[in-house]
């Protein structure tokens, strides 16, 4: 191996820890400030190192610290301790695996040598999420099983029949999605929705939508958003925590890391399921009507466009931190922070501008250019996954919990027979028309 | 008898079929959303301890304080009303004599634990020479120790009426 490939592999394994892992304090922070804005109040937004509070961040990462340092009781009625100990680790593992498959940009060819730009570049695809992101619910019927107490039993049994019956039509959504796309492969699919829906040529120019999932199939885009949602337990399908009727379900017994390890499951089962969303149905890594070839000719022009667009998205957030992130009095640490924030945002904006026009002026070989599209599909990816976890967020604090027969209607006479009739369609069109 | 039907919801096609209704929340939600992302002085969240409260009523009950006679002196004769008076037996009074002219007894300890008092306000009421007040408008008192919770006769003579009430 080259050292070459070793780095795009160490990149793509990082790149996925951190999206299931690290993102997770982002997560608890957006969680609680977009909860807080939604409900008109701030949300936490004082713990500070230094002063530095950095809009409430602190707080995730002291709430992970007491949880880290907090006692590991587990409670005396729990028989099966090898059970109530492995619940959470397998919660969290299957929820971290599902993201190995997610490709991040475009194949990267460095030295004439092609890399998949996936954790693990497994031939399964599809089928790999799909097998954990099931498995993911098994952690949380064993957690509630040994946790022998009734909440916890109870939970288990509401999670179990939620996954079964979601999971039904979520495969069927995926099928008709195979149809279309016609491979199993994550990476195909994405290079897939690089094309276009042509409504017209205009001298030689396709101009019409992107190809994307949600605009082929606006039906299977429906059904696999809301069971994804079941899926990852998030509300309004989460019947399984029901804090308002079984305290806190499958982790009622469970203290400390044990918990957190349930919590950062559930946010990591949050991301792979956004992330996949954004996989199958928003396009993946691609920027709308820009393609990876697209990007390789035009790198430069690319660059100039990302360098202004920084320099304006970073005037935008100075302005708003002048309005929102100051204070009255001037030797307040916030006031402080304020402007040292400023001062670093202007000075990475600078940095990242100075390189880019030095690329544009010395030019890229090939590899360069290669990894450059690299870097800038990843971006792309970032983007898309950080919207579609907000509308999580944004969906969660809307929504209420749906009572556990709703559930299952909507579940079983609803989606299922939409998925059947979505396969059909699909199907059809298919074979009239050709793929 | 009169009945009243009571229309029940959910079962159009509209509500049935869930979109329009989360479509709408949802336009709610963002709204309130953007409008406090825009400008977070529309949060309702007061900033508290740099900003304080400024709605507490004349008639708050805070932190007890000692009136003063015109020349200063303590208006307090240390004839225990106050203290009998008291649910929470948070009041201790040692009474002792006086010899300026204004009176016959004065109190030599006055002290209050403000960690057993409930602020019901019957020391007020119970006081025959409106000696002993509770219009400091402080609500609240912090301290480290238990010790610090017991304030004494020259720190409830200190206390002062809120500037923010009105004039008696």
Same mark, same amino acid.
């Given at each position: ?53 950095? $809009? ?86 064993? $957690? ?292 | ?168």
């Amino acid at each position: 191996m080259s050292s070459a490939s070793i780095i795009v592999v160490i990149v793509n394994i990082l790149l996925a820890v951190v999206l299931a892992v690290g993102t997770t304090p982002i997560m608890v922070w957006w969680e609680r400030r977009v909860a807080g804005f939604i409900q008109d109040r701030t949300g936490p937004n004082r713990c500070s190192i230094y002063g530095f509070r950095l $809009g409430g961040l602190i707080q995730s990462f002291a709430d992970m610290l007491k949880l880290v340092f907090k006692e590991d009781f587990s409670p005396s009625h729990v028989k099966y301790k090898f059970f109530y100990t492995i619940a959470p680790a397998i919660v969290f593992f299957c929820s971290f695996l599902t993201f190995a498959v997610i490709p991040f940009a475009d194949t990267l060819v460095i030295d004439g040598f092609e890399y998949t730009m996936q954790a693990i570049p497994t031939e399964l695809g599809i089928m790999w999420f799909l097998a954990y992101a099931g498995l993911a619910t098994y952690g949380i019927i064993l $957690g509630g099983y040994s946790s022998n107490s009734k909440f916890g039993l109870l939970s288990s049994v509401r999670a179990a029949a939620q996954v079964v019956s979601y999971e039904a039509a979520m495969g069927l959504s995926i099928i008709s999605m195979l149809v279309t796309y016609g491979t199993i492969h994550l990476s195909d699919m994405v290079a897939f929705q690089g094309g276009i829906i042509e409504f017209f040529n205009y001298e030689g120019t396709s101009i019409g939508l992107p190809a994307w999932g949600i605009i082929m199939q606006p039906l299977a885009a429906l059904i696999f958003i809301v069971t994804a949602f079941a899926e990852a337990n998030r509300a309004p399908f989460d019947i399984a925590e029901g804090e308002s009727e079984i305290v806190a379900g499958y982790h009622t017994e469970y203290s400390a890391m044990r918990f957190g390890l349930f919590q950062v499951g559930e946010y990591a089962a949050m991301s792979a399921s956004s992330a996949i969303i954004v996989t199958l149905f928003f396009g993946g890594y691609h920027i709308p009507w820009v393609d990876t070839e697209t990007i390789q000719s035009n790198i430069y022009v690319v660059f100039g466009v990302i360098a202004v667009s920084l320099v304006f998205m970073t005037f935008v957030l100075t302005k708003w931190m002048k309005k929102n992130y100051s204070w009255a009095d001037e030797n307040d640490s916030r006031a402080r922070e304020g402007k040292i924030l400023v001062k670093a945002f202007w000075m990475m904006t600078g940095a990242v501008c100075l390189v880019l026009i030095l690329f544009i002026v010395t030019g890229l070989g090939t590899n360069g250019i290669n990894i450059a599209t690299a870097v800038i599909q990843i971006g792309t990816f970032l983007v898309k996954f950080f919207m579609m976890s907000l509308v999580f967020i944004w969906v969660r604090w809307t929504l209420l919990r749906f009572r556990y027969d709703q559930l299952q209607m909507l579940g079983w006479k609803v989606l299922l027979p939409l998925a059947i009739l979505n396969i059909f369609i699909t199907a059809t069109v298919v074979v009239v028309f050709g793929s | 008898m009169g009945v009243k039907v009571v229309p029940r919801h959910g079962s159009s096609l509209k509500d049935k079929l869930y979109i329009p209704g989360i479509a709408a929340g949802m336009k709610t939600t963002f709204k309130h959303f953007v409008k406090n992302l825009k400008d977070t002085s529309n949060l309702r969240t007061t900033q508290y301890p740099e900003v304080q409260p400024d709605d507490i009523t004349d008639r708050y009950r805070g932190v007890h304080r000692l009136t003063k006679r015109e020349d200063d002196s303590v208006k307090c004769v240390a004839c225990y009303m106050c203290a009998t008076a008291c649910p929470a037996e948070c009041i201790e009074i040692e009474a002792e004599e006086r010899f300026d002219g204004q009176d016959e007894k004065m109190p030599k300890k006055f002290t209050i634990d403000l960690l057993e008092c409930v602020y019901c306000g019957y020391c007020v009421t119970a006081c025959p020479c409106d000696a002993i007040r509770m219009d400091t408008g402080i609500f609240s008192f912090t301290g480290k120790t238990r010790e610090e919770f017991v304030v004494d006769k020259d720190y409830l003579l200190n206390n002062e009426r809120s500037k923010d009430f009105n004039d008696d």
